[in-house]
């Protein structure tokens, strides 16, 4: 039971509004939750981390956590068009995933237009 | 600056022909780990590395195999090329310690003919 839930998108919204990315999970097992930023033709990088629930916030960055409903948010402030890119959530049971590595969403595609 | 590549950026094979994908981290990471990403279907896990020489099978072992013989270096292998191993080949790795953290290789993009 690893399946990851989350709209591929594409979501396209305009410069300098807040973005909301989300994915749903059914593994209550999950505790370590990340998001990847994945620019065309490259690979995925980490953007934010989070263990549990709770929230983190990282420059324009914001990720949530909300471990009773398996559900959990990207937000992103002031979005630039930089910010143009496919966004993975991924999670796992055990710390950097582990024998079982990474369960990944299969990643929601961002457009903001200038 | 932490860096994983991928030996080649593009690769054209037959069916039937034997492939091996190179990947290489400087970071002296413990862990490496090889996935496929597929429009639809996202990252799945083929094959993790914990160690030198060993390994463990992912989601989708099945047709793939891997060599870790030193720390820097994970291979996989395709021992005989199949149109459905068309897809996007991505390597990473992580520490030991930092485990929370797995670098992406650039990936490779693989057309099985």
């Known amino acids: 039971q690893k399946e990851v839930e989350q709209d591929p998108g594409p979501l396209s919204v305009p410069e300098g509004a807040i973005v909301s990315l989300n994915c749903t999970y059914s593994n209550s097992a999950f505790q370590y939750f990340m998001w990847y930023r994945q620019y065309s033709r490259k690979g995925p990088e980490l953007l934010m981390y989070t263990y549990s629930s709770g929230n983190k916030e990282d420059g324009r960055f914001t990720a949530q956590v909300d471990k009773s409903s398996k559900y959990i948010s990207l937000f992103i402030r002031d979005s630039q068009p930089s910010d143009s890119a496919t966004y993975l959530c991924a999670m796992s049971a055990y710390r950097g995933g582990g024998a079982d590595g990474l369960t990944f969403g299969k990643g929601t595609h961002l457009i903001i237009q200038p | 600056d932490v860096k994983v590549t991928q030996s080649s950026r593009y690769l054209v094979k037959r069916t039937g022909e034997k492939v091996f994908l190179e990947c290489v981290q400087d970071m002296d990471h413990e862990n490496m780990f090889w996935y496929r990403q597929d429009p639809g279907l996202g990252l799945r896990l083929i094959y993790f590395?914990?160690?030198?020489?060993?390994?463990e099978k992912g989601d989708i072992p099945e047709g793939y195999s891997v060599s870790r013989e030193k720390k820097e270096r994970f291979s996989l292998i395709l021992e005989s090329a199949s149109t459905n191993q068309t897809s996007m080949y991505l390597c990473?790795?992580?520490?030991?310690?930092?485990?929370?953290?797995?670098?992406f290789g650039p990936g490779t993009r693989l057309l099985v003919l």
């Open positions: 590395s914990y160690d030198v020489k060993m390994k």
């Open positions: 990473a790795s992580s520490s030991r310690i930092h485990q929370e953290t797995q670098y």
